[in-house]
């Protein structure tokens, strides 16, 4: 399927050999199109490379000669500059790309000379931020009166809420525009140009070789997200977080929803402000959101509706747009993951009947954190019968959960000596022993032994050093990642109304 919105890939090299290799690679990748940046060559013969070029590239080009006052690294003679643009388009190019601040002399001097099948893109870059809504129309409308055939204009995201206005821009146009927000935070412009009308993106052959901040891999696009399935129609789903790059949730959401055909796309939003973000991506155009650290305790604030256990744990991991009123409802998938894997590890088996009770009633059952999956897991425990003990590193966060849900607190100190029974539960739901700082662990081993089933929420690594000391003290473990897998399952059911295809779940996470 084509997509609608074109795969372009950077092409920069020091010699015109190196370009034709890198256009090959272009093609095997997937890209629909290639951007000689001239100004990276650093031997250039214009007469005789252009037409070389051109003759060998296996896709249609796109020449950029770009200045050093606009970003490029050209800094020769400007009139040399736009005589070669003009050889490229002479010799066959499909697409040239001249600066708005050369533009109207550029388009002036090839009236009447341009090959019918050469489009000129009229480009502005913005490396500071992203202007109004209103100024980048003005600026759409000041490109096109040059006569470009294709507007493009580049700004920088400061905020992800910036990208919003391109693609209000890019929606609304009568002509082509190329509209990309640069930057880790404008990464969501580079990927939802089918569904936002955008021309065309920028896809790199390999990771970190960029010619602009915060451009992807063409595999990326293909593989990652489904880039050539997008369209007006496609459903925006994402995980919210700061940081979020490290995020497996858009290749286990995007592989699944590609598996049952369903129209969706799932991508990371690096949020700094949650509440700026939801009323910016208010339309049921974004459809669902995960949400992560840190800010799942103020995305419940922006909730109209939120699910009455996710509003006693006080922190929401799940977020619906209803499609019938785009009211934002809460939920918290967390506690049911992670309250679940222990289920099935008490009792051994892959679901747990809970019409025979949970083997969770009557133990004790020791959290160590206060935070967000702190809360998921004291308040699930309490929901089963156990007798909650809340362990943290600020006391008074511990104090303040035990009394919600109806538990006891101690400091994180008293945990090693704290042992009132055996056949304990233990789970820790800090950070406390995640990669990189695998070495660290939240209990001394030797105290260990008072407990039948250690959990951790940390999933990188997958066996945490508490819970390799913890199996060799006896205890049963379930790692972070089971947790991971029974919260993904409840979020993809509630995203798609569909039932999660947990085989494929679990053969995605294994291999990555
Ligand atoms: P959070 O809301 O920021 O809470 C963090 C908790 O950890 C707080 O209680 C904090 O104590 C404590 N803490 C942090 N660093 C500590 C340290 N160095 N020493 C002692 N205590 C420390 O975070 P969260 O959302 O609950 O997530 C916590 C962990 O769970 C993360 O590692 C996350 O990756 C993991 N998690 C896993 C899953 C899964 O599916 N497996 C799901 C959610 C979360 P203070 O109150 O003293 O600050």
Same mark, same amino acid.
């Given at each position: 399927?084509?997509?609608?919105?074109?795969?372009?890939?950077?092409?920069?090299?020091?010699?015109?050999?190196?370009?034709?290799t890198l256009?090959?690679?272009?093609?095997?990748?997937?890209?629909?199109?290639?951007?000689?940046?001239?100004?990276?060559?650093?031997?250039?013969?214009p007469?005789?490379?252009?037409?070389?070029?051109?003759?060998?590239?296996?896709?249609?080009?796109?020449?950029?000669?770009? &200045?050093?006052?606009?970003?490029?690294?050209?800094?020769?003679?400007?009139?040399?500059?736009?005589?070669?643009?003009?050889?490229?388009?002479?010799?066959?190019?499909?697409?040239?790309?001249?600066e708005?601040q050369?533009?109207?002399?550029?388009?002036?001097s090839?009236t009447?000379?341009?090959?019918?099948?050469?489009?000129?893109?009229v480009?502005?870059?913005?490396?500071?931020?992203?202007p109004?809504?209103?100024?980048?129309?003005?600026?759409?409308?000041?490109?096109?009166?040059?006569?470009?055939?294709?507007?493009?204009?580049?700004?920088?995201?400061?905020?992800?809420?910036?990208?919003?206005?391109?693609f209000?821009?890019?929606?609304?146009?009568?002509?082509?525009v190329?509209?990309?927000?640069?930057?880790?935070?404008?990464?969501?412009?580079?990927?939802?140009?089918?569904?936002?009308?955008?021309?065309?993106?920028?896809?790199?052959?390999e990771?970190?070789?960029?010619?602009?901040?915060?451009?992807?891999?063409?595999?990326?696009?293909?593989?990652?997200?489904?880039?050539?399935?997008?369209r007006?129609d496609?459903?925006?789903?994402?995980?919210?977080?700061? &940081?979020?790059?490290h995020?497996?949730?858009p290749?286990?959401?995007?592989?699944?929803?590609?598996?049952?055909?369903?129209?969706?796309?799932?991508?990371?939003?690096?949020?700094?402000?949650?509440?700026?973000?939801?009323?910016?991506?208010?339309?049921?155009?974004?459809?669902?959101?995960?949400?992560?650290?840190?800010?799942?305790?103020?995305?419940l604030?922006?909730?109209?509706?939120?699910?009455?256990?996710?509003?006693s744990?006080g922190?929401?991991?799940?977020?619906?747009?209803?499609?019938?009123?785009g009211?934002l409802l809460?939920?918290?998938?967390?506690?049911?993951?992670?309250?679940?894997?222990?289920?099935?590890?008490?009792?051994?088996?892959n679901f747990?009947?809970?019409?025979?009770?949970?083997?969770?009633?009557?133990?004790?059952?020791?959290?160590?954190?206060?935070?967000?999956?702190?809360?998921a897991?004291?308040?699930?425990?309490?929901?089963?019968?156990?007798?909650?003990?809340i362990a943290?590193?600020?006391?008074?966060?511990?104090?303040?959960?035990?009394?919600?849900?109806?538990?006891?607190?101690?400091s994180?100190?008293?945990?090693?000596?704290?042992?009132?029974?055996?056949?304990?539960?233990?789970?820790?739901?800090?950070?406390?022993g995640?990669? &990189?700082?695998?070495?660290?662990?939240p209990?001394?081993?030797?105290?260990?032994?008072?407990?039948?089933?250690?959990?951790?929420?940390?999933?990188?690594?997958k066996?945490t050093?508490?819970?390799?000391?913890?199996?060799?003290?006896?205890?049963?473990?379930?790692?972070?990642?089971?947790?991971?897998?029974?919260?993904?399952?409840?979020?993809?059911?509630?995203?798609?109304?569909?039932?999660?295809?947990k085989?494929?779940?679990?053969?995605?996470?294994?291999?990555?």
């Amino acid at each position: 399927m084509n997509s609608l919105t074109l795969i372009c890939a950077p092409v920069m090299a020091d010699t015109v050999q190196q370009m034709v290799t890198l256009m090959i690679k272009s093609k095997e990748c997937g890209a629909d199109l290639v951007e000689i940046r001239l100004d990276h060559l650093k031997l250039f013969n214009p007469l005789q490379d252009v037409p070389f070029i051109i003759n060998n590239s296996p896709l249609p080009t796109l020449f950029t000669y770009r &200045p050093k006052w606009e970003g490029g690294e050209y800094e020769g003679d400007e009139g040399k500059r736009l005589d070669v643009l003009r050889l490229a388009m002479e010799r066959g190019a499909d697409y040239i790309d001249v600066e708005l601040q050369v533009a109207d002399e550029f388009i002036n001097s090839i009236t009447g000379k341009k090959p019918e099948n050469c489009k000129i893109i009229v480009s502005s870059h913005n490396y500071q931020s992203t202007p109004s809504v209103e100024d980048l129309g003005n600026l759409a409308v000041r490109i096109q009166s040059t006569g470009a055939d294709i507007v493009k204009i580049a700004t920088t995201a400061v905020d992800v809420t910036d990208v919003a206005r391109m693609f209000h821009i890019t929606a609304s146009s009568q002509v082509p525009v190329i509209g990309l927000v640069m930057g880790e935070r404008g990464l969501i412009s580079r990927i939802l140009g089918s569904k936002f009308g955008g021309y065309l993106t920028f896809g790199t052959i390999e990771p970190g070789k960029v010619s602009a901040p915060g451009q992807p891999t063409i595999k990326d696009l293909l593989d990652l997200y489904n880039f050539r399935h997008i369209r007006p129609d496609t459903k925006v789903f994402g995980i919210i977080g700061k &940081p979020v790059g490290h995020s497996k949730s858009p290749l286990l959401y995007n592989q699944s929803f590609k598996s049952v055909g369903f129209n969706g796309v799932f991508v990371p939003f690096l949020v700094d402000n949650v509440r700026n973000f939801f009323e910016t991506y208010s339309s049921t155009d974004f459809a669902g959101f995960s949400c992560t650290i840190p800010h799942k305790e103020a995305a419940l604030q922006c909730c109209d509706e939120v699910d009455p256990v996710a509003k006693s744990i006080g922190a929401v991991n799940c977020l619906i747009k209803r499609p019938n009123d785009g009211k934002l409802l809460g939920y918290n998938t967390d506690y049911i993951g992670a309250i679940t894997a222990i289920e099935n590890g008490l009792t051994g088996t892959n679901f747990t009947d809970v019409r025979s009770g949970s083997p969770l009633a009557g133990k004790i059952f020791v959290v160590i954190g206060a935070g967000g999956a702190g809360k998921a897991l004291a308040y699930g425990a309490r929901e089963k019968g156990a007798r909650v003990v809340i362990a943290n590193r600020t006391y008074d966060r511990a104090r303040e959960l035990a009394n919600v849900v109806g538990g006891d607190a101690i400091s994180l100190s008293e945990l090693e000596s704290f042992h009132p029974e055996d056949s304990m539960i233990l789970a820790n739901t800090t950070a406390i022993g995640m990669h &990189p700082k695998v070495d660290e662990t939240p209990v001394p081993k030797h105290a260990l032994k008072h407990y039948s089933l250690v959990f951790d929420a940390v999933y990188t690594p997958k066996i945490t050093r508490l819970l390799r000391e913890a199996e060799e003290a006896g205890a049963i473990i379930v790692n972070g990642l089971e947790m991971f897998i029974g919260q993904a399952y409840e979020q993809y059911e509630r995203f798609t109304g569909l039932p999660a295809p947990k085989e494929l779940f679990r053969k995605i996470l294994g291999e990555h």
